[in-house]
């Protein structure tokens, strides 16, 4: 029975024959216990309605749209079932006759519920903004050099292929080129455009204007009757100064402009003076690349003392105050700290 005993219970027999106890078992040691995981948030998916702005029919029905998702990118998704408006093509809005949506905005961040609906509006054929400038500028520069150099059904035959007497005509023609040459090379390498698109149409009736103005201007200056202005070299002289001065400042601010956005980037800031003197005029003016504009065709106006230079300058600066009153605009919309003593496009008065 002893043997049996100690066999069962594992332990060894002492000298005087008693069982001796079995040693203690070692502690278990303690379970390290796994952090709980937290659970991840559902996602809740938008589902997106597009509808036409003028006949409110259903035109697509975006299913488990990202919340984070973009404006530009439902864009993106409304063109892959309507492949004929591409997203430069399609204006998104909330409200049919409502203000088009920045590609920028993202959906949850807009005043929708789970189920969105959109309207969406055709902008019709768009043409890239620098295909636009390119043909406005080319346009001019080589129709002023047929007028200059004469080419024949322009002037009477005996006129073909002769150059004028008066040394401001080649003076003129200069000037008018340089001005040109520097908008084709701005657009090629200084400026960064917040929007890359612009309505096919409008190229036709912003040719119609450049072209039409730069035939009717250059056909007077280079006129073989022309005369040259009444108070001669003098005034020729300082008009010269003036239209080079404010040739410099409209570059000097177009490259502050630029430096303003990063590349590829849709950002706004308010624009500040620099170290370069001709940004100066900041401290006054909304839209100085306006004011140099207006002063280089002043200048051109003086040299020549043509009327349609006179007329054309008068139409620019028209058109150029209603932009530069919008813009002004903008800046007061947007920026709170938008320095209160700048006017649109001329110091104190507009």
């Not at 322009?154 to 908008?183: E, G």
């Not at 929007?195 to 040719?207: A, D, E, Q, V």
């Amino acid at each position: 029975m002893d043997a049996l005993a100690l066999e069962a219970t594992g332990g060894k027999k002492a000298a005087n024959g008693v069982a001796a106890a079995a040693p203690p078992l070692p502690a278990a040691a303690p379970v390290k216990r796994k952090p709980a995981k937290k659970a991840k948030k559902a996602v809740v998916f938008f589902e997106v309605e597009i509808l036409d702005a003028k006949t409110k029919d259903k035109l697509c029905f975006l299913d488990k749209v990202e919340p984070n998702a973009t404006i530009g990118e439902i864009k993106s998704m409304f063109h892959k079932s309507h492949p004929q408006w591409y997203p430069a093509r399609q204006s998104i809005r909330l409200d049919p006759k409502g203000k088009s949506l920045k590609d920028e905005d993202v959906l949850q961040h807009l005043p929708v519920g789970t189920t969105a609906t959109f309207y969406f509006r055709d902008l019709g054929a768009q043409i890239s903004w620098v295909t636009v400038f390119l043909t406005e500028y080319t346009g001019p520069l080589v129709i002023y050099l047929m007028f200059y150099f004469r080419v024949p059904f322009i002037y009477a035959p005996k006129y073909d292929f002769t150059t004028s007497k008066h040394w401001v005509v080649h003076l003129a023609c200069m000037c008018h080129s340089f001005h040109y040459v520097k908008r084709l090379l701005e657009t090629l390498f200084v400026h960064r455009f917040s929007h890359g698109t612009m309505p096919l149409r409008n190229i036709f009736k912003n040719c119609t204007y450049y072209w039409g103005f730069a035939a009717w201007m250059a056909y007077y200056i280079n006129h073989p009757l022309y005369t040259p202005p009444i108070y001669g070299e003098q005034q020729i002289r300082l008009a010269l100064i003036l239209f080079l001065f404010c040739q410099i400042g409209n570059f000097s601010i177009h490259i502050a402009l630029r430096n303003l956005r990063p590349p590829g980037s849709k950002t706004r800031k308010i624009p500040y003076p620099t170290k370069n003197p001709f940004t100066w005029i900041f401290l006054l003016v909304s839209c100085p690349n306006y004011t140099y504009e207006l002063g280089s065709w002043l200048g051109f106006t003086l040299m020549t003392q043509c009327l349609p230079v006179a007329f054309f300058t008068l139409v620019g600066f028209i058109q150029m105050t209603v932009w530069a009153k919008g813009k002004h605009r903008s800046y007061l919309k947007e920026f709170r700290d938008y320095p209160p003593l700048r006017s649109p496009i001329l110091p104190f008065i507009l």
